[in-house]
């Protein structure tokens, strides 16, 4: 239940937020079984084993995108292209040409598609609905964007963009390990990632390291960037802040886990809890995090 990662979308003010009306939406596009010539499938699957596509709690939405995707990989397309070619060629005593390769491949590859094994993967949202943000559970911008045009087609009022602040997080980040401290309730923590900005994209990084050292500081001055670093929020989250404003590495410390464990009833209690409790941080980190970074510009 609790988030691994973040990439952050601002709500439009002029979504009206109707659970009923976004469940119904959502069970319109649910996922199915890829068909027999079908390497992908995508639709809305339940985030709770409730049977409902909309998971809403205490002015909290949760809803969970579903990938199903064929397992057939290139080499096995190749072998039996590899073979097929060889079959043919010795029946027609000559090389087979580039197009009849292509061809022959797109032919084969439809050939295996019906005995292909499948995988499904998901992936979780949550919408902040008096807040007006949306967080995807991942740490990479081309799935957090197909789980969102997913949800732009079942929900053409949805039209959420990504949430970008007036300063930027790279150069913030610099400043932060340059004067030795994060402003707030944020701390520096032990990971880091910098990277040159000339063409060689010489790349430092540290793990579990101190950062308070001279060296940190002359790579900075020297002209590197910061592209991740490692950040705890008022003792409760610690979490890796990347420069294109993704969360990756979400660590909920003892202190949330001991309040959640100590409210354990049953499984849908638990998962009750864990979401309010989850939601609850997450937001108070997300509002100072925008703050500390300047506010957000306006998107309009």
Same mark, same amino acid.
């Given at each position: 239940?609790?988030?691994?990662?973040?990439?952050?979308? +601002?709500?439009?003010?002029?979504?009206?937020?109707?659970?009923?009306? =976004?469940?119904?939406?959502?069970?319109?596009?649910?996922?199915?079984?890829?068909?027999?010539?079908?390497?992908? #499938?995508?639709?809305?699957?339940?985030?709770?084993?409730?049977?409902?596509?909309?998971?809403?709690?205490?002015?909290?939405?949760?809803?969970?995108?579903?990938?199903?995707?064929?397992? =057939?990989?290139?080499?096995?397309? +190749?072998? @039996?292209?590899?073979?097929?070619?060889?079959?043919?060629?010795?029946?027609?005593?000559?090389?087979?040409?580039?197009?009849?390769?292509?061809?022959? &491949?797109?032919?084969?590859?439809?050939?295996?598609?019906?005995?292909?094994?499948?995988?499904?993967? #998901?992936?979780? !949202?949550?919408?902040?609905?008096?807040?007006?943000?949306?967080?995807?559970?991942?740490?990479?911008?081309?799935?957090? /964007?197909?789980?969102?045009?997913?949800?732009?087609?079942?929900?053409?009022?949805?039209?959420?963009?990504?949430?970008?602040? /007036?300063?930027?997080?790279?150069?913030?980040?610099?400043?932060?390990?340059?004067?030795?401290?994060?402003?707030?309730?944020?701390?520096?923590?032990?990971?880091?990632?910098?990277?040159?900005?000339?063409?060689? &994209?010489?790349?430092? +990084?540290?793990?579990? @390291? #101190? =950062?308070?050292?001279?060296?940190?500081?002359? @790579?900075?001055?020297?002209?590197?960037?910061?592209?991740?670093?490692?950040?705890?929020?008022?003792? &409760?989250?610690?979490?890796?802040?990347?420069?294109?404003?993704?969360?990756?590495?979400?660590?909920?410390?003892?202190?949330?886990?001991? /309040?959640?464990?100590?409210?354990?009833?049953?499984?849908?209690?638990?998962?009750?809890?864990?979401?309010?409790?989850?939601?609850?941080?997450? #937001?108070?980190?997300? !509002?100072?995090?925008?703050?500390?970074?300047?506010? /957000?510009?306006?998107?309009?």
């Amino acid at each position: 239940m609790w988030f691994k990662n973040a990439v952050i979308y +601002r709500v439009p003010n002029d979504w009206v937020a109707n659970g009923d009306d =976004l469940e119904q939406k959502l069970s319109l596009q649910p996922l199915q079984p890829c068909g027999g010539f079908q390497m992908e #499938s995508q639709g809305w699957t339940f985030p709770h084993e409730d049977g409902v596509f909309l998971y809403q709690q205490m002015g909290h939405y949760l809803i969970n995108f579903g990938v199903e995707q064929k397992l =057939l990989p290139s080499t096995v397309i +190749r072998q @039996h292209t590899k073979d097929r070619v060889a079959e043919i060629e010795k029946q027609i005593g000559h090389p087979l040409g580039r197009k009849q390769m292509r061809d022959l &491949r797109e032919q084969v590859t439809t050939e295996l598609l019906p005995r292909a094994l499948s995988k499904r993967a #998901s992936m979780a !949202a949550w919408i902040d609905v008096k807040n007006k943000f949306l967080v995807v559970d991942t740490g990479a911008d081309k799935k957090s /964007e197909s789980l969102m045009e997913a949800l732009r087609r079942a929900d053409d009022t949805m039209q959420a963009k990504r949430i970008d602040t /007036e300063m930027s997080p790279g150069s913030v980040m610099s400043q932060w390990l340059l004067s030795g401290d994060a402003p707030g309730v944020f701390t520096i923590d032990q990971d880091l990632e910098l990277c040159s900005l000339d063409a060689s &994209r010489a790349t430092v +990084r540290y793990v579990r @390291h #101190s =950062l308070e050292g001279k060296e940190i500081k002359d @790579h900075i001055l020297a002209g590197k960037k910061t592209l991740q670093l490692g950040l705890t929020w008022n003792d &409760r989250i610690s979490f890796i802040l990347t420069d294109q404003l993704q969360i990756k590495k979400i660590s909920f410390l003892n202190i949330l886990k001991r /309040e959640s464990d100590a409210k354990i009833e049953n499984d849908l209690e638990q998962f009750e809890m864990d979401f309010v409790l989850m939601t609850g941080e997450l #937001s108070l980190m997300i !509002a100072d995090l925008v703050s500390v970074l300047g506010g /957000e510009k306006n998107q309009s």
